[in-house]
């Protein structure tokens, strides 16, 4: 069963568009989410999420995770076409499952 | 600092033959291992991962085994390859301070196999 859950699959925005990248999950013994980002091979880390409404920032990526609810959100502000990536969402309960991915193409 | 190194990147293997990938961690000791498997549009699947050596744990049952022979090493293995093995294979390694995956993976290059 897919336990963490990415939307939109893929997307494409032009250059200064903001994005929205959304990761639901739902596990037993959450202890924290991670967002990674993969150009072309190895993923690279972005964010760690453990507490509910205190957002992380990074430049112009921001993330911000709700427990409640069970989802966080990643945003990117004034696109650029090297933040064309695939955006992974992991969530760590005693193991890290990963998302499908989002697919983020940025136009020139 | 650490850096983790795996190969081969890409190969192309006939049906029916073996497999062997590998990953070496430098600049740590004791460090968990993980291996990923990458499908188009199916995220990250966790194949297997060891918190010491000759500690493996599978998570799925498939037609790959996977072993630690030593600290720092952790190869990826199949005795007769199947169309399905093709993927993006990934290696990762945590902090084995805690004897359970938590927080930032870091991962390697990647290999590139293709079954025909």
């Known amino acids: 069963e897919d336990k963490v859950v990415q939307s939109p699959l893929s997307l494409v925005v032009h250059e200064g568009d903001t994005v929205t990248l959304n990761c639901s999950y739902e596990?037993?013994?959450?202890?924290?989410l991670l967002w990674y980002k993969q150009e072309k091979k190895a993923p690279t880390f972005l964010f760690m999420l453990?507490?509910?409404?205190i957002e992380k920032k990074s430049g112009r990526l921001s993330s911000i995770l709700d427990k409640k609810e069970l989802f966080s959100i990643l945003n990117i502000t004034a696109t650029q076409t090297g933040d064309s990536a695939v955006y992974l969402c992991a969530v760590d309960d005693y193991k890290l499952s990963f998302g499908a991915g989002t697919t983020v193409t940025v136009r020139a | 600092s650490q850096t983790i190194h795996q190969w081969p990147a890409t190969l192309v293997q006939p049906v029916g033959s073996p497999l062997s990938l590998e990953c070496t961690v430098e600049?740590?000791?004791?460090?968990?291992l993980y291996w990923y498997r990458q499908a188009a549009g199916r995220g990250l699947q966790l194949l297997f991962y060891s918190v010491g050596i000759g500690q493996i744990s599978s998570e799925v049952p498939q037609n790959l085994s996977a072993s630690r022979p030593q600290d720092r090493q952790f190869i990826l293995s199949s005795k007769k390859l199947l169309l399905s093995d093709s993927g993006f294979y990934l290696c990762?390694?945590?902090?084995?301070?805690?004897?359970?995956?938590?927080?930032?993976?870091?991962f390697g290059e990647g290999s590139r196999l293709t079954v025909l």
């Open positions: 990762a390694w945590t902090s084995g301070r805690a004897k359970i995956n938590t927080g930032e993976l870091f």
């Open positions: 596990v037993t013994n959450f202890r924290s």
């Open positions: 453990t507490s509910s409404g």
């Open positions: 600049g740590t000791s004791n460090p968990n």
